[in-house]
């Protein structure tokens, strides 16, 4: 099946720092979503994101299908960004191990 | 993604018992799944149902049930359960053609605890 990577597991930043999570994946794909998941674990849908470009307030992501990653953008990060994100590919949504965000105030 | 309503939100069963999940949408959606999220771990399919019919069961044990009784309802029956299913229980929904190119909707989760 298809292999998802993401870099970096974990990330620690002081309030108001940028950041750039990755998702590196093994084989094409027509899906591929981004989520947050909050520390009271509700998953919540940052980008749907199968190619191209979006950008939402402080939150960017980039998808390069063809050369199969994508690129999370957090700028002037708050405490409320901390969570896990995850990056899922693929019609039935395989899930990366996440990258832990910790951002201090 | 409150538009996927899952109850309850924390379930503690004893091994014996057995108790369901329930999952609801009203977006018209045509695909539903169960995933399984183990602490500090990634969420992982369980089942898949489109239009009603199980379309993927990805070898998960016989005292997971799921039912999809209408469009707008899944459940999970749950029976004989292991200290080992403790797990958030995710359910997800997505507009027709279950492994298409449609982004999937999740619901808040049921946290639940076996003893």
């Known amino acids: 099946g298809i292999q998802v990577e993401q870099s970096p597991p974990d990330l620690i930043l002081q309030e108001g720092a940028n950041s750039t999570l990755r998702c590196n994946f093994s084989?094409?794909?027509?899906?591929l979503q981004w989520f947050h998941q909050n520390p009271w674990g509700q998953l919540i849908n940052l980008f749907y994101i199968p190619s191209g470009t979006k950008q939402n307030g402080r939150l960017s992501a980039t998808t390069v299908a063809t050369e199969r990653y994508s690129l999370l953008y957090i700028s002037s990060s708050q405490t409320t960004d901390s969570g896990v994100y995850f990056c899922a590919v693929g019609g039935y949504m395989r899930f990366g191990a996440g990258t832990r965000l910790t951002v201090k105030p | 993604d409150t538009e996927v309503t899952q109850t309850p939100k924390h379930l503690v069963m004893g091994m014996t018992n057995k108790k369901s999940l329930k999952c609801e949408q009203h977006m018209g959606h045509r695909a539903m799944y169960w995933y399984k999220q183990k602490a500090k771990k990634p969420p992982e399919l369980m089942f898949v149902?489109?239009?009603?019919?199980?379309?993927i069961n990805e070898s998960v044990p016989s005292r997971f049930s799921p039912e999809c009784p209408n469009s707008s309802l899944l459940n999970l029956h749950l029976h004989a359960l292991q200290p080992e299913d403790s797990a958030l229980y995710l359910c997800?929904?997505?507009?027709?053609?279950?492994?298409?190119?449609?982004?999937?909707?999740f619901g808040d989760g049921t946290r639940l605890s076996i003893l």
């Open positions: 084989d094409s794909v027509n899906n």
């Open positions: 997800a929904s997505s507009r027709p053609g279950a492994g298409s190119n449609q982004p999937q909707h």
């Open positions: 149902y489109s239009y009603e019919k199980l379309s």
